[in-house]
């Protein structure tokens, strides 16, 4: 079926994160496969690859944070990706990034679909 639950969530290369990112990311996520349930039939999976590397040498504890998703869905593969020290805001980025591109996509069809009733209703 075309429920959400079906579609498979695989978040990867989350090691010793803070709870609050995590549940920043949870949230995102669900957030994004609610507004997809609406637009997406049969969607197949979402990944999310966290990457973080120590830029600044030994000195510098901070780390930079390099966020990729891919999306499947029938209409083909959706990537976006987002970099930031902050990883509250580059998951929100890369999830905000992605539903765009999908919407230009799935808007795109679902204008032209629309357009095509309306023509067929006028016809009657």
């Given at each position: ?5 079906d ?34 039939d ?71 679909w ?11």
């Amino acid at each position: 079926g075309n429920r959400v639950e079906d579609l498979h969530i695989d978040i990867i290369g989350l090691n010793d994160e803070s709870v609050q990112f995590k549940s920043k990311l949870d949230k995102t996520v669900s957030e994004f496969t609610n507004k997809m349930k609406k637009t997406v039939d049969r969607a197949q999976y979402l990944f999310v690859h966290v990457e973080k590397s120590n830029k600044g040498g030994k000195n510098d504890h901070r780390f930079l944070y390099l966020i990729r998703a891919r999306f499947g869905t029938p209409m083909g593969m959706f990537v976006a990706k987002a970099q930031g020290w902050d990883p509250m805001i580059a998951i929100q980025e890369v999830m905000d990034n992605l539903e765009r591109e999908i919407f230009k996509k799935y808007g795109k069809t679902r204008d032209t679909w629309k357009k095509r009733r309306v023509l067929t209703k006028r016809r009657n």
